[in-house]
């Protein structure tokens, strides 16, 4: 059984910075085929994927509102997978999700094993 537990958001000022950690169990990071991805969600709006990273090779995809900010890695004795945020901006508040496939061709909508969210908010 696959289950995602994302962690450590919080609250920011602009311009900071947090790392969200996404513990991943029921398959092996250096074994099997997988991707795992970053949404977020802000109030009001759809969820959307802003960061991906694939088991073979580690792809990695970056929404063009995160990329150059964020860096998402992943840890294969761990079994995680972070997503360390810098330059934090108020639009960058949101609930963030990790979620999975193992198929690392899967489009962002085919993910199917999500952990529950962890609040983002940056103000001052």
């Known amino acids: 059984d696959v289950q995602l537990q994302a962690s450590g958001g919080g609250l920011v000022q602009p311009g900071g910075s947090l790392r969200l950690s996404c513990a991943v169990s029921?398959?092996?990071?250096?074994?099997?085929?997988?991707?795992i991805a970053w949404f977020r969600q802000a109030p009001g709006k759809a969820r959307v994927a802003i960061s991906s990273?694939?088991?073979?090779?580690?792809?990695?995809y970056y929404a063009e509102s995160v990329k150059g900010r964020f860096t998402i890695s992943k840890d294969n004795a761990k079994n995680t997978v972070d997503l360390q945020m810098n330059s934090l901006k108020p639009e960058d508040t949101a609930v963030y999700y990790c979620?999975?496939?193992?198929?690392?061709?899967?489009?962002?909508?085919?993910?199917?094993?999500w952990g529950q969210g962890t609040q983002v908010t940056v103000s001052s």
């Open positions: 029921g398959f092996t990071f250096d074994e099997d085929d997988y991707a």
């Open positions: 979620a999975a496939t193992l198929d690392s061709d899967s489009a962002f909508e085919e993910y199917n094993h």
């Open positions: 990273i694939t088991s073979l090779f580690g792809n990695t």
